[in-house]
Structures are given as structure tokens and as C-alpha cells.
């Protein structure tokens, strides 16, 4: 049973570009959320898909986009990087419909330059 | 505002040594808690929750957790730790009713020596 998988692993990219992230769920998972894990700090929520659409959202701005995909996966797209973008991007996946528990995967780490 | 407080934020202690780490949450209204350890290169992993019931909860690795409702704390216990329990442990918390925000706290870094 293949748990929560994200992709790439390391990314580096400059100040001003746009980068995006991708996350396939759990098997059995349909809903996905986005966390971004600053160093020494605990995970901060992004947003949450569920039936390809954003069904709740944190304190981001809206340089921090997001889209689900018929088959669950889920991308998580930053535009117009900054220095402060730098961090641990989580993705976590939830079971049918209304779950508690959420799956995380590895982690892709950002590194904006 | 939602928070989650850890009191420690780097533990040391020598193996057979008992664990409490500290968690306080701010939420106005019904939560479900949760721990998650992340053990190093490893992702974060559910140690335990609590949704309701018995407000004494047990999870893997011998962990436990007590929910004091009154105290609005969620600390997590282990009579004896391993060397193997080196991790930094996370505190989150959700609110009943809410399947997306896990709020986290900023994590508690164990180190456990032989």
C-alpha cells in the first residue's frame, strides 16, 4: 500500500520565479492538504482540496495556488518566490469524505535563492 | 486566535528515563489532538489521538497522552524511553467539524542517550 508521495525531493529555484510542487494521496485517500514547514517550526496549513476544490484555506497569499486532479493528486504552485518561501513542503492526504487523520508524505524542501 | 503551545522545545534525557512533553492548545470549542513524531529522514507519523471518549489515549511504541479538558493541555507520556525515540515530536490539534487545518505546535526536539 503505497502511503502519501511528493515530488521533486530538493528544489532550488531564484527569488521571482514560480515553482510547483506535486503530491500523489494515499490509497483510498480523496481529500489532500498542503503544509509549509519552516525551519525549527512546526507546519503551517496552506490549503485543502477535496472534490477538485479548495475547501479551506490558511493565512497564505494568493502567490500560493493550488490544484486537485480527477485521480486525487494534487499540485501546489508558488508564483513570484521569495527568500521567505524557503521551507519543508508538506503534503498530507485524508480519507473519503470527512476524516480527521491526515497522511503525510515526505516532503519536497524548497530552497529560494 | 487557534495556537498550540509546547513548553520544551529540546529534551534530553538517558534511556529508561520517563518522557512528559507539554502541549497547551487555544480553540474555542471541540477539538481532536493528536501527536506526530518525525524520527530523522523519516516523514511525520501519527503517534496517537484523541477524538473522544476515555480521555487517557495509548498509541505506538508504549506512547500515551492524557486530555485535560479543564486545562485545555494534551501531554504526552512514555514510562520508559529508548534511544530509538529520538524525534521531534508535534502537537496539533483540529477542530470538530473542521477535516482541514491541523494546527501544529512548534515541535519539542528529544534526544535520547544511551
Known amino acids: 500500500d503505497a502511503g502519501v508521495t511528493q515530488s521533486p525531493t530538493h528544489l532550488i529555484k531564484t527569488r521571482g520565479q514560480q515553482v510547483t510542487l506535486r503530491c500523489s494521496p494515499k490509497?483510498?485517500?480523496?481529500?489532500v492538504s498542503w503544509y509549509q514547514q519552516a525551519l525549527g517550526q512546526g507546519p503551517q496549513f496552506i490549503f485543502q482540496y477535496y472534490e477538485e476544490e479548495e475547501r479551506q484555506r490558511g493565512n497564505f497569499p494568493d502567490r500560493f495556488s493550488g490544484h486537485q486532479f480527477p485521480n486525487y493528486s494534487s499540485e501546489l504552485n508558488v508564483n513570484a518566490l521569495l527568500l521567505g518561501d524557503s521551507a519543508l513542503y508538506l503534503c498530507?492526504?485524508?480519507?473519503?469524505?470527512?476524516?480527521?487523520?491526515?497522511?503525510f508524505g515526505p516532503g519536497t524542501r524548497l530552497t529560494v535563492t | 486566535a487557534q495556537s498550540v503551545s509546547q513548553h520544551n522545545h529540546h529534551v534530553i534525557l538517558s534511556e529508561a528515563a520517563s518522557l512528559e512533553l507539554g502541549c497547551n492548545y487555544s480553540y474555542g470549542g471541540t477539538v481532536n489532538l493528536f501527536w506526530y513524531v518525525q524520527y530523522p529522514g523519516q516523514h511525520l507519523q501519527l503517534l496517537l489521538k484523541y477524538f473522544s471518549g476515555d480521555p487517557l489515549v495509548k498509541g505506538i511504541k508504549g506512547f500515551e497522552a492524557e486530555f485535560i479538558k479543564s486545562k485545555f493541555s494534551f501531554n504526552l507520556r512514555k514510562p520508559s524511553v529508548q534511544w530509538s525515540d529520538t524525534a521531534e515530536y508535534f502537537c496539533a490539534v483540529i477542530g470538530s467539524g473542521n477535516t482541514g487545518k491541523l494546527i501544529f505546535g512548534q515541535g519539542t526536539t528529544l534526544q535520547v542517550k544511551p
Open positions: 490509497s483510498g485517500h480523496d481529500t
Open positions: 498530507a492526504s485524508s480519507g473519503r469524505g470527512f476524516s480527521y487523520e491526515q497522511y
